[in-house]
């Protein structure tokens, strides 16, 4: 089972290191990673994907805890959570096909970014699903590049009562 979780740690240099250093210790593989700056410019957050029979994810998160830069851990699996990655593509497009890829990134509420002679580069945002429906549908006019982030996620806000 594909576990997402959010790690709130310390902005250290090696503190990265140390976090992921401890899952692939352990035999998981990480499949999606991102950090960034939180509100508070003391502390990052990590998003992880990770792998993992549940009794081996509570190890791993026991595991986690132990760290003395890792404020929280923050379970985002089987919670409502908004998540995003960010998808750029280039893809051939001669003069014969460009309207027809730009169609496609209309649909998909994407964004053009760059355009060559021979080629389109476009910004897409989503889910991993919508992104790979996008892919999907622009290969048959052949991808010549594809480069995506790693899964951000958010947990919803709680509904007002």
Known sequence: MIHVLSVLVENRSGVLSRVTGLISRRGFNIESLSVGHTEDPTKSRITLLVEADSVAYEQLTKQLNKLTSVHKIT????????????????????AAVR??????????????????????????????????????LLRPYGLKEVIRTGTISLARSAKDA
Not at 75 to 94: G, P
């Open 99 to 136: 309207s027809e890829i730009m169609q496609i990134v209309q649909i998909f509420r994407a964004n053009i970014v760059d355009v060559g002679r021979n080629t389109i580069t476009i910004e897409a945002t989503g889910d991993a699903s919508k992104l790979k429906g996008m892919e999907d």
């Open 75 to 94: 379970d985002l699996t089987h919670t409502s959570s908004i998540e995003r990655e960010l998808v750029l593509v280039r893809v051939m497009a001669d």
